[in-house]
């Protein structure tokens, strides 16, 4: 989920690799064990609540990142830190030398933290974010930052192509939104090699931001078609997380090095996995669903059929528990007895390709 | 960027802690695309190769209070002008930068190191350094020394190949975002009020724009290459008629070859795959006229006789090997 450090361990597992050594094989496995402790990521939720628009929400995860590195006591925001410096330089000094700098160990650092709903500006005063609200240039009935990607009238979704480098405070802010509902993400600022294709849904006769993800633009393995994802929490539940890893799908059939295969950058959060490999069983249930009459099947075939890569292929079929081994010397087979079950389990019709996108809406 | 070293085999079974690659377990599902056979029994013997996750999800409670918001009717300033945030967020930047150049700093110097264990493999005390790096089960096998060497070379090549790759786009793509002029507009957004079909058909010249046309090179004999910048470059048969299309692109992209007598290159044979031509790479100015080449692509980088990653095409064209050009005059 995380923009950079987090692929200390998977380089090199792209599906597509002929390459043969149990480091590939290996890492794959350890993708699911997170490196912890990046910087702007804290034990515990350092701002209390969250306004954001109609919604005060408490944050899950904690987020350094808002403040300023060298102000311990985190009486401010960082910005104001920063600016009030800038005015007074001799008052970081004045703190140094008598050593007075009062040091904050509460968990909380903020009680309140009010963020514009349209563009991700934040201030810890309430009147100062509800006069900005009104004159925020993004306060629109349709968002018109970046460009339109998709666009369905009729369920009233719009997704929408921001650039890091050329919107970079709207980036920046949406991050550091985001890491409230991340517990993983570490660039906030770096920005410019990112893409974020944000969701907006209607609300209250307006269309609002409600989740996004990220795209590096310069990974070092071509083959990621997403960095992070966030649906923000008065969403969640209405499958725009579901409708966003189609729509990486959909936008990597366009990304040069992305036709063959490509999937998310590991590892995934606990909820991040948990959301993949359901979208990927319901997929791919429909391709074996296709393929079942066949005497047999490859991972390769169901990444041609899907675009995912091999690894998450064989990692979705274990997953459902259709590959059975009479023992370990053993081929592996694939059970249709299995897999029924597995579809009954799931309440799926395989024979129906699940589609969460309106095909017709796509603007990619 | 990412640490180009791979990670050490956590393999309890092997205590040498400097191995970086093991040949031995890989898995021939994905690797070597081993079919899997389906059965119509059941089995509770389930086949794990990752091992199922059941992690515990971590207890979020959905925390949310709906509010409703009361916004001032009249508003001059805005109080949180972007400017308000400049200072900090730029030091943020730099701050950030310092960590993720280091970063890159250790991984290029792990690249020095894969690039000196790839001249240590090919000089004449090679199997000592490739014991101490790749698992080797019996060092006395000449067959499984060589066996390992040549994998190990090859995965090596690999990620210093992909590191290059990731160079070149990174300067592709800081050139274009050095070059970019912002600008800000308050105006509606047209697209919203075009037909969707308009706004697809607008897409798909911007993305010509970009990334180049999707390139038709007739062949004579009724076969045609496409080279599509999302796809893999493939020979096709009767599409030759079709190269000189009017949308190709803002200039003529399609040169077609000398009608009378057409490249050797291609024949009959274009899915006949030669091993040992697959293995290296051999750009596309140097295919000499008795060279069969595989273009049913296996899933390696070599494509079409290059590097795919050398294959890019630009929005000006697609400019034929020179020495095709030169014979042309
Ligand atoms: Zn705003």
Known sequence: ?364 | MVSPRKLRSKDTTNNNSTLLYDFDNINEYISNDKPIGITKKASDNHYSWFGIMNKPLPTKQIDIIEIDQILPRRVQIDPLPSSKYEIFHRKMRKDEKQMINEEKDRNFYELDILTSELQTLNQYNWEKRLCQITKVNDPRDTSELELKKQLTINEIEKILRKSENWRKRNDLFNNKFKNYVRKETDESDEDYDLPLEEVKLKRKNERRLKYGPKVKLNLGNDLCLIIDPFGIPKIVKGHAAITKSKTQSPRKIVREMPKSKPKEVIKKEVHVPIESFKQKSIKLENVTKDMKIDFKNSGDEVLFGTLSNNLPTFANGFQLPLNVRRAKK
């Not at chain 1, 770096?190 to 996004?212: A, L, Q, R, T």
């Not at chain 1, 299995?338 to 309440?347: D, I, R």
Request: proline share 4%; charged share 20%; glycine share 4%.
């Open chain 1, 1 to 364: 989920m995380s923009l950079i450090e987090t692929q200390t361990n998977n380089e090199e597992q792209n599906g597509n690799s002929n390459s043969n050594g149990k480091a590939l094989v290996s890492s794959t496995k350890e993708l699911k064990i997170k490196e912890p402790s990046f910087y702007g990521v804290l034990n515990k939720p350092n701002i209390e609540f969250v306004y954001f628009g109609n919604y005060k929400i408490s944050p899950w995860y904690g987020n350094a990142a808002y403040f300023y590195p060298q102000d311990l006591s985190h009486n401010l925001l960082g910005y104001e830190y920063a600016n009030k410096v800038a005015l007074d330089p001799l008052a970081r000094k004045r703190n140094k030398e008598t050593d007075n700098q009062e040091i904050n160990t509460n968990v909380i650092w903020l009680e309140n933290l009010f963020v514009c709903p349209f563009c991700f500006k934040y201030t810890a005063n309430q009147h100062e974010g509800n006069q900005h609200q009104v004159l925020c240039k993004c306060n629109k009935y349709r968002p018109n930052i970046g460009k339109l990607v998709y666009y369905d009238s009729t369920s009233n979704y719009i997704i929408r192509e921001i650039r890091g480098f050329q919107h970079p405070l709207y980036c920046q802010n949406l991050c550091l939104f985001g890491k409230l509902f991340l517990d993983d993400k570490s660039i906030y600022y770096n920005i410019d090699h990112f893409n974020f294709y944000v969701i907006y849904g209607m609300e209250s006769d307006k269309y609002i931001p409600m989740g996004f993800f990220s795209k590096e633009m310069l990974s070092y393995d071509v083959e990621n078609n997403l960095a992070c994802i966030c649906i923000f929490p008065p969403f969640q539940r209405k499958k725009l997380g579901t409708l966003l890893i189609e729509f990486s799908y959909e936008l990597a059939k366009f990304t040069p090095g992305q036709y063959r295969s490509s999937g998310p950058e590991f590892p995934l959060s606990p909820f991040g996995q948990i959301s993949y490999l359901s979208y990927w069983s319901k997929k791919i249930a429909n391709v074996i669903y296709k393929m079942k009459n066949k005497k047999s099947i490859t991972v390769a075939e169901v990444m041609k059929y899907t675009g995912f890569r091999k690894e998450d292929v064989l990692l979705t079929l274990e997953n459902m528990k259709i590959l059975v081994q009479e023992d370990l010397d053993s081929s592996v087979l694939l059970s249709i007895k299995n897999f029924e079950n597995w579809c009954q389990l799931n309440n799926l019709d395989p024979s129906i390709e699940v589609k969460y996108l309106n095909e017709e809406c796509i603007l990619i």
